[in-house]
């Protein structure tokens, strides 16, 4: 069918996994739907089919487990219709643990379904600016072209767009060794610990060359003053910890770009490693500095300082602050448990520095994931602020299930916060001091109420999952 030529209710922009899952299901809730996709006639440089949802890096969905917390957004996908966790079951290979596709299979399946659908209409051009029909969803991906994202950036602002991604990792908080470090902000209610003590001739100027950006501006030393002096936990390092910390980072495996990837590594948001190589000082006059900071247990300052900070309101989970990285998994495994008590640190998020568009999410999108500049403008997927393929899929299904209950005029009815599909939109909307996309964690997810007791990391992950598929059963059959 000719898409151009057939009526719609919505324009979806973009082919890829939020796109055919938000076509999909606004076309099951019987709107007309008209789905714009560029391939064939242009390819970003990391595709090399003309089929959509095509899987460009890994044929992995991730853990399958549902202490998992992907493995939950999974199994809750599943129980709401998903078409893409359909396609992915009936193409899955062998994985262990995990859930992955035939990527050549799925992409077909996944085709195959978009274009048989009665009420979707394909239709192949490039979109190079904001279609003027409302309501659109664009859905563009990671690698939205330069003239599409243009046109965003003019209407929205260029400060809102970023085209890189620069991902700290994230540790469980009852997986950190509260015996070795320390609440307290570094700028505390706006100025300097009392009885903080000079720093040494050595630590007070740092040569040209191995000056790193300070991780923080002075919105976010604003922030930690409202927050009080407990904002961050500090890890203390003595100058042997620190100077093997470094030699490890420098020494460390890193993925290497992929082909489509121009590295483009800005001053405020370096790879830690890329810090570290410039020199054995860079990082303790950079995110390590301890400036501002005593030590409760020796009321001495430390040699240099490795900062937490709370990923959600409950602080189950805490980022590394300024340690977005392009070490390997198993080496950030590695080299970041050699931080003072992050020996035994449940990572829930691993680093990554990557090309990736996005936009500052809490700042732009309104509850059902519609830009507040231009009304009828709806974002998913990657382009929405989500990492990941199931998280993706799951933005495209959300975004579609808010915009059909709008265009019902009916009540806005987001999945609960205590759900997975939920912890998509109270990711998106959760303001951070530099917003960055993230995988799904359980750190987006409701914590469990304080009368479970406290439950070791497993048992509370599975009791959080079970609580999560009661309420989404209770959610969806409601709707």
Request: hydrophobic share 40%; with cysteine; charged share 25%.
């Amino acid at each position: 069918m000719n898409g151009a030529e057939s009526p719609c209710d919505v324009v979806v922009v973009g082919g890829g996994l939020a796109g055919c899952e938000a076509a999909y299901q606004l076309a099951q809730r019987g709107l007309r739907v008209r789905l714009v996709e560029m391939k064939p006639h242009k390819r970003t440089p990391a595709q090399t089919s003309d089929r959509m949802a095509e899987l460009v890096c890994s044929n992995s969905l991730r853990g399958a487990a549902l202490s998992n917390a992907v493995g939950l957004l999974k199994e809750e996908l599943r129980r709401v219709g998903s078409l893409a966790l359909r396609c992915a079951d009936e193409t899955s290979v062998p994985a262990g643990g995990a859930l992955a596709v035939d990527r050549e299979r799925f992409a077909e399946a996944m085709t195959r379904a978009i274009e048989a659908h009665p009420r979707i209409a394909v239709e192949r051009r490039e979109v190079t600016e904001i279609p003027a029909e409302r309501p659109v969803i664009l859905a563009t991906g990671p690698l939205t072209s330069d003239a599409l994202a243009a046109s965003l950036a003019a209407a929205i602002g260029a400060e809102h767009l970023a085209y890189y991604d620069a991902i700290a990792p994230i540790v469980s908080a009852d997986s950190i060794d509260w015996s070795r470090v320390w609440k307290q902000s570094r700028y505390g209610k706006g100025g300097a610990v009392r009885g903080e003590r000079a720093a040494p001739p050595e630590q007070r100027a740092a040569p040209p060359e191995q000056r790193a950006a300070p991780p923080e501006d002075a919105a976010e030393r604003r922030d930690d003053a409202e927050a009080g002096d407990e904002a961050y936990v500090n890890c203390p390092f003595d100058e042997a910890q620190y100077k093997a910390f470094v030699r490890a980072l420098v020494e460390s495996e890193k993925v290497e770009a992929r082909d489509f990837e121009e590295v483009r590594y800005f001053e405020g948001c370096l790879p830690c490693e890329v810090m570290a190589a410039r020199g054995e000082q860079t990082l303790a006059f950079g995110p390590m500095k301890p400036v501002g900071l005593t030590d409760p247990r020796t009321g001495r300052r430390p040699y240099a300082v490795l900062q937490l900070r709370p990923e959600d309101e409950a602080a189950t989970a805490y980022n590394l602050v300024g340690f977005q990285t392009r070490m390997k998994y198993a080496e950030q495994l590695r080299v970041f448990r050699m931080v003072p008590g992050l020996e035994e640190a449940d990572f829930l998020r691993m680093g990554s520095v990557h090309r990736n568009t996005f936009v500052d999410a809490p700042a732009l999108l309104g509850p059902a994931m519609e830009l507040r500049a231009l009304p009828g403008v709806h974002l998913a997927g990657q382009i929405a602020g989500v990492e990941g393929y199931v998280e993706s899929a799951a933005a495209g299904f959300v975004c579609a299930m808010l915009l059909a209950q709008q265009l019902r005029n009916e009540p806005l009815r987001p999945p609960p916060p205590t759900t997975a599909l939920g912890g998509i939109l109270t990711h998106l909307g959760r303001k951070q001091p530099k917003y960055q996309p993230s995988n799904i964690t359980w750190a987006h997810i409701a914590p469990l109420d304080p009368a479970h007791g406290k439950l070791r990391k497993r048992a509370r992950y599975e009791a959080m999952a079970e609580r999560a598929l009661r309420d989404l059963d209770a959610w969806w059959a409601a709707g």
